[in-house]
């Protein structure tokens, strides 16, 4: 069977992600369709070794598409999945404007796989954070042998979580710092050129940001709602790939090594973690691959039964792209979904 698959933002990071992952992991589509805004309007995209021309959302006709994969914003999702949803095609939005919503699935495959069943709602499922997807994906194995009570986290975010105007930005105030100019801060509220930047997102009352709370929210919708979770999200100079240090506490007893085989045996992930110079991931390395990456697994003195580990992830692809595909898999792996037109 074969799939006709729209991509909604095609001419962004997470979008050409997805058009590139969707041909590297063969899915298996009758066609595939590029669409953006009426000002990108016959932008080229690459799919595979094909060219694709983007045609314009706000006119196209989803009533003969299958699967929706929407990475446009916000604004843009909470108009339009309903729309598309309601012509019978599954949309898996990768904006935060669904996360949340009760009757809208919020899926990381490694961890919640069945909750994709309940699409039929709204014909939406949500896509996680990117800061979210690669922590619970490290988390689940872990919680299923010996339970989380609590997680502190903090991220080491890069400038791509914030779209092309983030790598942007840090590639020309790298360029201004070297040759003496100005540097100009528009995208960031500072300077993140050789600087790191301890807020993402917006302020909350409570003083922590929105990109913190989404990690708390969206923890306790895909894992466990029993966890308790506080996040510092922090935007670093890296072009691609997002880093955590994570410190968990968990209800039972559990070593570092008993933790290590866990990990290693869990699906989505990557062990690389010798206690030696260079024997650990770093985003430069997870950059390009679809794995979720754990090194420096030890435990920690200040708490019974405590954990601290180093999770490294490339934020464009399981973060974002290659995680909604793992979605899309998803539905036709436990045949929650037909193609609307049949192979000639």
Aim: hydrophobic share 45%; glycine share 6%.
């Amino acid at each position: 069977m074969a799939y006709k698959v729209a991509v909604v933002g095609a001419t962004g990071n997470v979008g050409r992600e997805m058009l590139d992952i969707l041909a590297e992991r063969r899915f298996p589509v009758s066609e595939v369709v590029a669409l953006a805004s009426s000002r990108s309007v016959g932008t080229e995209v690459s799919f595979g070794d094909r060219t694709l021309k983007c045609k314009a959302l706000d006119s196209y006709d989803f009533s003969d598409v299958d699967i929706c994969l929407m990475s446009a914003g916000g604004s843009v999702s909470k108009e339009w999945a309903p729309k598309i949803g309601a012509q019978g095609c599954v949309v898996i939005d990768n904006s935060s404007a669904w996360r949340m919503d009760p009757d809208v699935p919020l899926v990381v495959p490694e961890v919640n796989a069945g909750a994709a069943a309940g699409f039929t709602k709204k014909n939406i499922i949500a896509n996680p954070n990117c800061s979210t997807a690669q922590l619970v994906v490290a988390l689940k194995p872990l919680h299923d042998a010996a339970t989380i009570k609590r997680v502190v986290v903090s991220t080491y975010q890069s400038v791509s979580g914030a779209g092309k105007e983030g790598m942007d930005e840090l590639f020309a105030q790298t360029r201004s710092v070297f040759v003496s100019n100005p540097v100009e801060a528009k995208k960031f509220p500072k300077r993140i050129a050789f600087n790191l930047i301890p807020h993402i997102d917006v302020f909350m009352e409570d003083g922590f940001t929105k990109e913190e709370w989404k990690m708390v929210a969206e923890t306790k919708k895909i894992l466990d709602p029993k966890i308790k979770l506080v996040a510092t999200c922090v935007r670093v100079p890296v072009f691609i790939g997002h880093s955590e240090a994570v410190n968990i506490e968990f209800e039972k007893p559990i070593s570092a090594d008993e933790a290590r085989d866990i990990l290693r045996a869990a699906p989505g992930l990557l062990v690389i973690d010798k206690r030696e110079a260079g024997g650990y991931i770093t985003p430069h390395e997870a950059a390009g691959e679809d794995a979720t990456y754990v090194s420096r697994i030890r435990e920690d003195p200040t708490v019974d039964n405590g954990l601290v580990l180093w999770c490294v992830s490339d934020n464009l692809r399981k973060g974002a792209a290659l995680n909604a595909i793992q979605i899309a898999e998803t539905l036709l792996n436990r045949k929650l979904l037909a193609p609307k037109k049949k192979a000639a």
